[in-house]
C-alpha cells in the first residue's frame, strides 16, 4: 500500500460510493430534465460541481493550473465527456425509460475495446472478441422490435441519442489512453468541468434562451444531488479508489452501476422491470467483463 493509498476495505467503500452515485444520478437526470432543458440542466450541474470541486482541492492543497501538456485532456474530457455524453443523456431520458437508457449508455466499454483496436493498433484477443460479440447481442435484445416499439419515434430518438453518448464518451476513454499525464485526473477535473460550464451555458444561451425555471426546494435539491454526490464527490472518490486498486478491479466493480441504475428507476420512478432488459444487461455486463479480464490475464502475463 502507498502512503496515499487507503486500506482495502475503505477503498471498495469509495468504489461503492462511485458507484451508488453514478447509477442513482440517472432516475434524478431525468426527474431533473423534466423541468430544465438538457442543456441548462448539465450546465447547472457543472457549475455546482466546479464550486464543489475547488474548495475540495483547495482544502487538500491540490489545486493546480493545467501544465500545457495536460491541455488536450482537459479540452477532450470537457467537451466530449462533460458536455457531450451529459447533453446527450439528458436529451436521450426525455424519450426513454432510465433503466434501458443506461444500459444503452454502459455500452461504451464495447465501443472502447473496438476503437482501441482501430486507433491505438491494441489486439483484439480472442477473450475481447467474446465480450464484444457478448455485448452487441446484448444491444440487439434492447433495439429487438419485442423490446423496442420501432414505430415510436420519440423512443428510436431516445435511444440513438443515448448511443451517440456512449460514442463520445468511448472517444474520449481512447484518447485518454494515449495522453501522457502531468497532472493527476482528479486535479484537472475542476478545469474540465468548469470549461464545460461555459460551453454548455454559452450554447444554452444560443439554443434555448434565458432559462425560466420555477425554482422548487426539491429541484434545488435534484440539482444540488447531481452536481456535489454524483458529479464532484464522486470524481473524488473515483481518484481514490483508481489509487488504491488494481485497475481490474475497479473496471470490475463499476459494472454494478448499469444494474443500480435499473433498480432506482424502479424504485425511484417506478419503472416497469422488463425481462429483455435483465437480458441485454446481462449480456453487456458479461462481455465487457470477460473482456476487462481478458486485458487483465494479458498484462499479467506480459509482465507489464
Known sequence: MTPQSLPLRSALSMLCLVVLAWGVNWPITKMIVREVSPLWSTAFRCAIAAVALGALLLVRGQFIVPKRGDIPVVLSTSLLHMSAYSVLVAAGLQYLPAGRAIVLGYTTPIWVMIGAHIFLSESITKGKAIGVI???AGLAVIFSPGSLDWGD?????GAGLIMLAAFCWAANIIYVRAHKWIS???QLAFWQVTL???????????VNGIPHI???????GLLLFSGIVCTALAYWAMSVANRSLPAVTTSLGLLATPALGIVSGVAILGEPLEPSLLVAL????GGIAIGIADERRNVAESGE
Open 134 to 136: 457478448a455485448g452487441l
Open 153 to 157: 419515434r420519440h423512443a428510436l430518438l
Open 184 to 186: 493527476s485526473p482528479f
Open 196 to 206: 464545460a460550464f461555459v460551453v454548455l451555458s454559452v450554447t444554452a444561451l444560443a
Open 214 to 220: 420555477a425554482w422548487t426546494p426539491r429541484l434545488i
Open 282 to 285: 446481462a449480456l453487456l455486463v
